[in-house]
């Protein structure tokens, strides 16, 4: 937000240094970020001066050039080439002398410097207006007044406005100094902490007289809760036309383009009070009736910028007996806003809701001063104040009369919010004790009124402008930043313990699991917990009554909270691989929401995601890609670096998935993986496979320190190794090929390994080929061939009548 200390001194008579003011600003909350300088006139017309011409004569090598003398003060005449058809002996002109800086209508400097033109020197340069940016005129050089005198710099004469202005980085909850009177409400409650009196001056209302009431405009507010308050007047013969130089001043320094007297006054008014404005005209109010209503989803509206809108049914409208006119508090309708044929006005000032208003902003991608200013929250105490001092700088720059009666609709008036303030919570919060008397002087300072006192502490009334003070931190906080939080001394003692905390917090398991993920070539992404309604809709695992909606959504893209981890994860890969980045292994730790029908519900996440290959392409081995049992055994390294082993794998029938598993432990689901369904990665523009693992982390984290370790010690006989080449059935899983060989031999038997699989034309149909491993050991002793064989023709017997294998 941009502050002029020209206009900010209208309210405080102070004559402090720039940076001075700069510093308690920014000590009383309000931040200044930079500081810049703002001439009326671009580079302050330094170096030009008025001067005389003493003679004026045809140039001798060009026909439409005057080869001039002119008097420019104490130095002696110089000798100007000048090409301009209005030139004359005996008038009085604006001259650059040489080595003044000129600036383009693009901004663009340039030098005069001595040359010559056509074999004649020149010494300067005569001005038109536009060449020293006072106007737009180029048909002749200007013509000044006759009784100046030789020499006076030019920007006497036109009184160019030198500025100050502050860039203050306004938080969101200091809605009361989003003006100048705000700003410099706030600077005099600082001067007063400094012993320094300022009276802060107001704008004057003595001028409001209402002419007539020839001109009425009737109000509506259908809703109320969504315009508490509405006021509007009438103006008529007025005359449309550019805003005097003070004006114009004003808003070129704080960065706004002046438009018209009547817009620039109600504009003007915005940035000096916080207080929006809109003007109507008031020969295009079709009834001549004001209606503040919503209208039906779909109704069309074109606004100010041309552009035609499709209106929701929450946003509210400024209407007429006919038609809507304006998008309350966001943005003005191509059809009613002021022309320069406008002659009467409905002047409008209101108070708006400010979820309605933020609402309406977003969803049509409009961010204007006004609704910057209804979002966050006006003084609704301000609103018939405004309207009257817009009303009387209207009269005073455009003439007209004002045509009827103020309308108020107020309703519901608003209180000012009471708090009770404890004299121990303010020295608990700020660490010492402010004397009391200096704490009633800060709050009188602010506006807050102590309307008791007792023992322990004291009733406040907070003045409604004060839209986020609302509690007694809030109060403390407003104290100590007038008080000064560099006035707080810091105590010389440090006094601190050491907590015992369990190896098993949260914190401590995740930086040991992202470590290790680190180590085997993932990286660690933090995505938005935001997330679009749309991706509800790719997978029956996520529904839309279980969507945690957003209240005020900054966009339709980021609406709700989000039901899974998964969608986060491949906007990264799909933002990775379109540029280039194909290769993936990340992780992220982060939560869902869930809205069930009696409660909300937050769930911890681990998920995982692999696509592409596992390495870069090397000349040293061949590219391998990632695939399922590469991300198993990812899976399976994190519960067993966590103690938890006693792992059982399922089917999974979650629609996220064209094939997976679900790993459980004691009857909890810990994490679910595979390979993720191709219709939702060609929703994310992804072309190739990607793998995807979930941990339930709350889960995990419930049975870690459940989990004992047990030691043994390696055994010191060897293990046996022996292979079975099965023909099986279709159907056949390795799953049970697994767990028959486990229930047949419980002792000897230690591992069960699939390392090939072979289905082909040389095989009977409806046949497939498994290669298994079985690993042998005896812990006591040797194992000899006798026993080897023995267990082998179990197993062998054992799958020819369970499963009907035959060995090739």
Known sequence: MQISYNWLKQFLKLDWEAEQTAELLTDLGLEVEGISQ????????????????????????????????????????????????????????????????????????????????????????ICAEDELGLGEGHDGIMILDAALKVGTPCSEVFEVENDIIFEIGLTPNRSDAMSHYGVARDLRAGLRQREIEKELITPPLTNFKITDRSLKIDVDVVDNALAPRYCGITLSNLIVEPSPDWLKNR??????????????????????????????????????????????????????DGVERELHEEDLMICDAEKPMCIAGVFGGEYSGVTEETTAIFLESAYFNPVSIRKSAKRHGLNTDASFRFERGIDIENVELALRRAAILIKEIAGGDITSEVVDLYPNKVKPQE????????????????????????????????????????????????????????VIEEILRVFGYNNISISEKLTASIAPTSKFEDHKLQQIIGDQLAAQGFFEIMANSLTSPDHTQLTDSHTEEQAVTMLNPLSNDLAILRQSMLFSGLEAIAYNSNRKNQHLKLFEFGKTYHQFTSKREEQKHLSLFLTGNRQESSWRQADRKSDFFYLKTVVENVLLRLGIRDIKMNPLGKSDFSEGISLTSRKKELAVLGLVQKGITKHFDIKQEVLYADFNWDNVLALVSKEDIVFSNISKYPEVKRDFALLL?????????????????????????????????????????????????????????????KIMGKLQHKYETELGAELR
């Open 419 to 474: 708090v009770f303030l404890s004299f121990d919570k303010i020295d608990s919060l700020l660490g010492q004790e402010i004397p009391r008397d200096k704490i009633k002087d800060i709050l009188s300072s602010l506006e807050i009124k102590v309307m008791n006192v007792t023992e322990s502490g004291m009733g406040l009334m907070v003045p409604p402008y004060r839209v986020d003070v609302l509690r007694d931190v809030d």
């Open 38 to 125: 703002f001439e009326s006139v671009q580079g302050g017309l330094k170096g030009v001066v008025v001067g005389e011409v003493l003679t004026c004569v045809q140039h001798p090598n060009a026909d439409r050039l005057k080869l001039t003398t002119v008097a420019i003060g104490n130095e002696a005449p110089v000798q100007i080439v000048c090409g301009a058809p209005n030139v004359d002996a005996g008038q009085k002109v604006p001259v650059a002398t040489i080595g003044t800086t000129l600036y383009t209508a693009e901004g663009e400097a340039w030098t005069i410097k001595k040359g010559k033109i056509r074999g004649e020197e020149s010494h300067g340069m």
């Open 251 to 304: 808003l070129k320094a704080i960065g706004l383009t002046p438009k018209n007297n009547l817009v620039d006054a109600t504009n003007y008014v915005l940035h000096e009070l916080g207080q929006p404005l809109h003007a109507f005209d008031a020969t295009k109010i079709k009834g001549n009736k004001i209606v503040v209503k919503t209208l039906p989803k779909g109704t069309k509206f074109k606004t100010l």
């Open 729 to 789: 059935d279709d159907t056949v899983t390795f799953k049970a090929v697994h767990d028959i060989a486990f229930q047949t031999e419980q002792k000897m038997l230690t591992d069960v390994n699939l390392f090939d699989v072979y289905t082909g034309s040389k095989l009977p149909k409806g046949k497939k080929s498994y290669a298994v491993s079985f690993t042998l050991q005896n812990k006591q002793s040797t194992l000899t061939d006798k026993q080897i064989d």
